[in-house]
């Protein structure tokens, strides 16, 4: 017999354990289901441990780059320390008992499991039915897409979990996939003295993005030794003897561990979503502006396809759990919506890009400097490469999309998010004071070039 309960949440990533959370605490029944941890691929196995890596290797360039600034250094590199924090402070050694305890100490109750939707407001998990009388949230999120490249899935390969969890690093390393999972893992073991490949199919690196940011990493990434193959496209992979063998375009890489970082899936055939009549073939969820895919059914995160990012799924879970409660929010707004690569440098993108802005037919005006002529960069010298590019609606006068990229370019980011978001116009940018000598105020620049 099925339980009757206000909610059922299926997958507790970041934005379904806000939401459960929030919804329980308001006083409704509330039922998390999670088939592998409670946080999602965030804590455990994305944002915060990756960046912990990014940090550490950070550190070993900055150590590096005091010759010619302050002197010399002798820079030895240990994972140790690396691996110790991200098991001790990041993920509790894969336990999250933390989180599920947050989530019941609330009022919510949980199941593990994978849960399923049998009925427009029934979902099955761990041998248990559960019939949702007020709504179904969907936070499911995605995995790792494996491309079909002849002999991958005979081979050993890793995905982002695994390069987090390796207590030591690989004496070398292909990577395939050059987005932003890719470059960031490459540079992190590259700093830490793995000697990588990255094999992208792309033109160019970061490819969602601006070309010049791909450009700038690429050459970046170069210059630390890092073998980058963009526009390649794999022929096989092999494994013998302990090392894989990557083919493509009559070129071959080797090395000891192959990751794959080919982009995110979702499946949601095995969600059940055709019991809501929905296209289970279908590669996301596309909610309405309160987030909901039919009648008492809401979908927040990455599934939605609005961007797999966790302050995406938490500003949807917001507005879900407030229109769930009758709160009567406003509807999603996705024109503004804040990326960063944490690479080195930091690559920080708001909105859309050049080629988005005039494939909607938009009249562009584009302005574009580079961070080391500015003031700061200059005094930074090492490691201040960098641009900022602004993308102007000129029939508004207003910003459509930005990057910032360069040392805190994530950081930089947050003046530009917010005049796309709210819409300031070029005008009012223009007559503001910006601080000097900041990497900011290269924006000034940027601007001064819109043409």
Not at 337 to 360: L, N, Y
Request: some cysteine; proline content about 6%.
């Amino acid at each position: 017999m099925a339980e009757e309960v206000d909610v059922v949440v299926i997958g507790m990533g970041p934005g379904g354990e806000a939401a459960a959370g929030e919804l329980a605490e308001a006083g409704l029944s509330v039922v998390g289901i999670e088939g592998r941890l409670v946080g999602g691929e965030c804590p455990y196995y994305g944002c915060i441990p990756s960046k912990m890596m990014i940090r550490a290797g950070n550190s070993l360039a900055e150590g590096r780059r005091i010759r010619g600034l302050a002197g010399d250094a002798d820079v030895r590199p240990e994972w140790g320390p690396v691996a110790d924090r991200i098991r001790s402070e990041a993920t509790d050694d894969w336990d999250d008992k933390v989180a599920v305890d947050r989530f019941t100490g609330k009022g919510g109750s949980f199941v593990r499991g994978r849960g399923r939707i049998t009925g427009p407001r029934t979902v099955s998990a761990a041998g248990r039915e559960f019939t949702a009388r007020r709504a179904i949230v969907i936070n499911t999120g995605t995995e790792p897409m494996i491309p079909p490249i002849p002999g991958l899935a005979d081979v050993p390969y890793w995905t982002n979990r695994e390069a987090i969890a390796a207590t030591e690093v690989p004496e070398s390393l292909i990577v395939i996939g050059g987005g932003a999972i890719g470059a960031e893992l490459a540079q992190a073991f590259a700093r830490f003295g793995t000697r990588v490949s990255i094999v992208e199919a792309a033109p160019g690196l970061l490819p969602p993005e601006e070309p010049e940011a791909g450009k700038l990493l690429e050459g970046v990434l170069r210059e630390e030794g890092i073998d980058v193959h963009v526009g390649a496209r794999i022929e096989s992979v092999r494994h013998s003897a302990g090392m894989f063998t990557v083919d493509f375009g009559g070129s071959t890489v080797g090395a000891s561990r192959l990751l794959v970082a080919a982009g995110r899936t979702t499946n949601l055939e095995s969600l059940g979503v055709a019991a809501l009549g929905l296209d289970p073939a279908a590669r996301f969820l596309d909610p309405d502006g309160h987030m909901r895919i039919a009648d008492g059914v809401y979908a927040i995160g990455d599934i939605t396809g609005k961007g797999a990012f966790t302050h995406v799924s938490m500003y949807q879970a917001s507005l879900a759990a407030a229109h769930i409660l009758d709160h009567d929010p406003a509807p999603a707004e996705y024109h503004a919506v804040p990326r960063v690569t944490f690479t080195d440098p930091e690559i920080g993108s708001v909105g859309i890009t050049e080629a988005q802005a005039r494939g909607k037919g938009l009249n562009v005006r584009v302005g574009l400097t580079d961070l080391a002529t500015s003031a700061r960069g200059w005094i930074h010298k090492s490691g201040n490469q960098g641009f900022i590019k602004l993308i102007e609606d000129a029939d508004h006068g207003v910003l459509v999309g930005a990057t910032s990229a360069g040392p805190a370019g994530g950081e930089v980011l947050a003046a530009l998010a917010l005049a796309v978001h709210a819409r300031i116009p070029v005008s009012t940018l223009r007559r503001m004071i910006y601080a000097y000598p900041t990497f900011h105020r290269a924006i000034e620049d940027a601007l001064d070039r819109l043409e």
